[in-house]
């Protein structure tokens, strides 16, 4: 029904910056929301970036005035720009939508990795 594709994760020095791109298909016209969370091993799945269907864009403390969430419909992709990265920045991070009337929907994530 829906998939959902990360990419853009990679390597980089604190400091640095990076965008993900994640690639919505399916029935994805109308959600209650997309965004972004992250995992590290042991831990749970957090929130990083949410934007809802009204617009409205949620953002956990750690990331907020570094990290920008936005989508182009267009393209069905929604993105993850980060910048001043930092080493505890480092996770897996996944993609996640809930289109309505649905549940949700998960990619199967991308590693980004911030060397001090």
């Known amino acids: 029904q829906v998939q959902l594709v990360e990419s853009g994760g990679g390597l980089v020095q604190s400091g640095g910056s990076l965008t993900l791109s994640c690639a919505v298909s399916g029935s994805t016209s109308s959600f209650s929301f997309i965004g972004w969370y992250r995992q590290t091993p042991g831990k749970q799945r957090d929130m990083v970036a949410l934007?809802?269907?009204?617009?409205?864009?949620n953002y956990a403390d750690a990331v907020k005035g570094r990290f920008t969430i936005s989508r182009d419909n267009a393209k069905n992709t929604v993105y993850l720009q980060m910048s001043s990265l930092k080493p505890e920045d480092t996770a897996v991070y996944y993609c996640t939508v809930r289109p309505i009337g649905m549940g949700d929907f998960w990619g199967q994530g991308t590693q980004v990795t911030v060397s001090s």
């Open positions: 934007m809802y269907s009204n617009n409205w864009r």
